[in-house]
């Protein structure tokens, strides 16, 4: 059982940056791909950003690649998504997501753990 809470979602202004983190329980931490997913109002959730459990590969959505990084620290139990150069549409609730593989093309329902979600607001 992997149990996970992100952190660090607030208001920030378009072109500014944020980062969010989520902070995963359990020892098995590197044996899982972490990622991040989003919501935005009147949208299905959709994939963000992933990374393999040794933090050796990463993985991007087409609209956020160049301005958003996930990394993780295995030591902390964490991962974190830095989002540059923001805009408005970026706004959503993001979600962190923690399953034996992740990947974009993964669909949202058959991830394995989920995190109760962070608001992101980009203004314009």
């Known amino acids: 059982q992997v149990q996970l809470v992100e952190s660090g979602g607030g208001l920030v202004q378009a072109g500014g940056s944020l980062r969010v983190s989520c902070a995963a329980s359990?020892?098995?931490?590197?044996?899982?791909?972490m990622g991040w997913f989003r919501r935005a109002p009147g949208k299905e959730r959709e994939f963000v950003a992933a990374?393999?459990?040794?933090?050796?590969?990463?993985d991007y959505a087409d609209s956020v690649k160049g301005r958003f990084t996930i990394s993780r620290d295995n030591a902390k139990n964490t991962v974190y998504l830095q989002m540059n150069s923001l805009k408005p549409e970026d706004t959503a609730v993001y979600f962190c997501?923690?399953?034996?593989?992740?990947?974009?093309?993964?669909?949202?329902?058959?991830?394995?753990?989920w995190g109760q979600g962070t608001q992101v607001t980009v203004s314009s």
């Open positions: 997501a923690a399953d034996r593989r992740l990947r974009n093309g993964v669909p949202p329902k058959a991830v394995a753990y």
């Open positions: 359990g020892r098995t931490f590197s044996s899982y791909d």
């Open positions: 990374v393999s459990g040794s933090g050796s590969s990463t």
